[in-house]
């Protein structure tokens, strides 16, 4: 191995069962064409198969893993290696079927103490709105590893604790409903429901991810490490909605990961930060969460009309005395129609600013397209923000000046670049800002049968 192949950073991402597709979009940022080194492993940790993909300098390139690994060398579920020369993982990976699909985003570290922040179970003769969560763990050491497996309420209390063991380079998965069955509630359906989160403590590093099934949707989140868990003063979602033709909804989990209690004010706020609904207080005990869709959290009043208004904003958190604090959590953005999810995606809170983003897939067609929210975090400073896509048949650059402090901007993508008549059917974005900045992006079908958040990497 090569010194510049042992420098690269290792991104890893999770084979789930029962796929129907694996894609990936990477993107080469530097000034010369390069290999991305790919590797395939089983869950056992035995079999593998690699390959590198080569991609042009400045470019972007999407791929399925059956178009570049044989099938005989793609497991029913296991895990892959992307290698990066970046201090960041400009990877997006998506899996999915006809019906949904899901993104993952990257785990660039391992941990022997992880949370999965969002665990939902509510099973039996529900039809469409049943719900399960399925959970992998990673183990890319050369040692074997053993993972607690601890199943947390709502209130913080420890509901059970079950064990998994995974192989050197290997990896496991359990279906909470399934791991679960004698521990967790019945419900008036004949199944079982659950509605809380996991830590997960290993005695070797880890990467680990959820995935939030109905039988209509599919989302996911990677377990958070305790270094990922930052202290702030001003933690933000930058995009909900709820309402609309389509019936939008969105559901904020918060989590106090900290061994005291704590007390955060929250704040529902449009484009030009007027408020919208009423300014909450929360208290969480040691542990505990809260789970409450937004418009009955900031009691927000509409019309009894249908369809509903639209109405969009974004979230601040903040501990009420100003304080520096931490809190773990994240919103589901869905729509909600037939008597279930149709389509569903998570995106954890943002406590970590930035003043520059790389969106690695975007796509602008017919039939699907790529959404953005981008909140301007300064409390006194205006800032400029320039938005530069990049495609394979042409680019397209808007620049937003003078966006004012505590400000929001969404937008779609163009479908076809300005001055070109060619469309933007696919590519990368790069964001920038003169301030800091929290960015939220979403890929979704314009039917409303798919959606899916996409990774703003810092």
Same mark, same amino acid.
């Given at each position: ?25 990477? $993107? ?8 991305f080194p790919v590797m395939v492993t089983a869950s056992d940790g035995k079999s593998n ?65 992880? *949370?999965?922040? /969002? ?29 607690? $497996? ?79 868990? /930052? ?143 981008? *909140? ?61 900045? /929290? $960015? ?19």
């Amino acid at each position: 191995m090569s010194l510049l192949f042992a420098l690269a950073l290792q991104c890893l991402f999770p084979l789930f069962d029962s796929r129907d597709y694996f894609g990936f979009s990477l $993107v080469n940022m530097g000034s010369q064409g390069a290999d991305f080194p790919v590797m395939v492993t089983a869950s056992d940790g035995k079999s593998n198969y690699s390959v590198a993909i080569d991609v042009a300098n400045g470019a972007e390139r999407a791929v399925l893993l059956s178009e570049v690994v044989p099938s005989i060398g793609i497991p029913s579920d296991g895990w892959v290696s992307v290698q990066s020369r970046t201090e960041s993982c400009p990877i997006y990976v998506t899996e999915g079927n006809s019906d949904s699909f899901s993104g993952v985003e990257a785990a660039a570290s391992v941990s022997t103490s992880l *949370v999965l922040p /969002h665990v939902e179970v509510n099973t039996g003769f529900l039809e469409l709105a049943a719900t399960d969560t399925m959970i992998t763990a990673v183990n890319p050491g050369s040692s074997f590893a053993t993972v607690s $497996v601890q199943l947390i309420g709502l209130n913080g209390l420890t509901a059970a604790t079950k064990s998994l063991s995974i192989e050197a380079r290997g990896s496991t998965f359990a279906r909470i409903s399934q791991m679960f069955a004698d521990e967790l509630p019945k419900n008036s359906a004949g199944g079982r429901v659950f509605s809380g989160y996991i830590r997960l403590i290993a005695d070797a590093g880890i990467a680990a991810w959820e995935r939030v099934e109905t039988p209509l949707s599919r989302s996911m989140l990677r377990g958070r490490t305790a270094d990922e868990i /930052h202290s702030t003063t001003l933690a933000t979602l930058p995009h909900f909605v709820f309402g609309g033709s389509s019936l939008y909804g969105t559901i904020l989990n918060l989590i106090n990961p900290t061994s005291s209690s704590l007390t955060l004010e929250l704040s529902a706020r449009s484009d030009n930060n007027q408020q919208i609904g009423e300014t909450v207080q929360i208290q969480l005990a040691a542990g505990a969460s809260r789970r409450e869709r937004v418009d009955a959290l900031f009691r927000i009043v509409t019309p009894a009309i249908f369809p509903p208004p639209l109405i969009s904003g974004y979230v601040r958190i903040r501990e009420t005395q100003g304080r520096s604090f931490q809190v773990l959590g994240d919103a589901e953005i869905f729509t909600d129609q037939l008597g279930g999810r149709q389509s569903s995606m998570l995106t954890p809170f943002a406590d970590n600013s930035s003043s520059s983003f790389l969106l690695p897939f975007t796509v602008s067609t017919d039939s699907y397209y790529t959404g953005y929210a981008i *909140v301007n975090l300064s409390e006194s400073q205006a800032g400029d923000i320039t938005i530069d896509g990049i495609g394979s048949n042409a680019g397209f650059q808007e620049k937003i000046f003078a966006l004012p402090p505590r400000y929001r901007t969404t937008g779609l993508l163009p479908r076809s670049a300005p001055g070109f008549s060619i469309p933007f059917p696919s590519g990368f974005v790069r964001i920038t800002s003169t301030v800091p900045i /929290h $960015v939220l992006a979403t890929i979704g079908s314009r039917d409303g049968k798919a959606l899916d958040v996409l990774p703003a990497v810092q």
